[in-house]
């Protein structure tokens, strides 16, 4: 299963992007999907998750201004940032977590896309 993001940029401060994590390959359902970002010089930081059924979990530091959903059809998971700060500068990947259709799970990452807050 192979993941491509999407969607990186660079924004002003209080700007807008929606980033997208699209999973191609034999993929029977993916249970969760995840968002990470990685600043320089800083550890990988969970952003947001959603599962399977819905379910969410945000960052504190970005609740109220990041949202996660997915269109399982699609196999497609999104993270719409709003009002986006300087500290909110990171390489974005996504990570899914799943079962394909011969049964066996599967765990892959996406390649980073690069937001980049700036005036």
């Known amino acids: 299963v192979q993941l491509q993001a999407s969607g990186g940029g660079l924004v002003q401060p209080g700007g807008s992007l929606r980033l997208s994590c699209a999973a191609s390959?034999?993929?029977?359902?993916?249970?969760?999907l995840t968002w990470y970002r990685q600043a320089p010089g800083n550890q990988r930081e969970l952003v947001a998750t959603i599962t399977s059924t819905g379910s969410t979990i945000h960052a504190n530091s970005v609740k109220g201004r990041f949202t996660v959903f997915r269109d399982s059809a699609k196999n497609t998971g999104y993270l719409q940032m709003n009002s986006l700060k300087p500290e909110d500068t990171a390489v974005y990947s996504c990570n899914a977590q799943g079962t394909q259709r011969n049964w066996r799970v599967f765990d892959s990452w996406g390649l980073g896309t690069q937001v980049t807050v700036s005036s």
């Open positions: 390959g034999s993929i029977s359902r993916i249970n969760t």
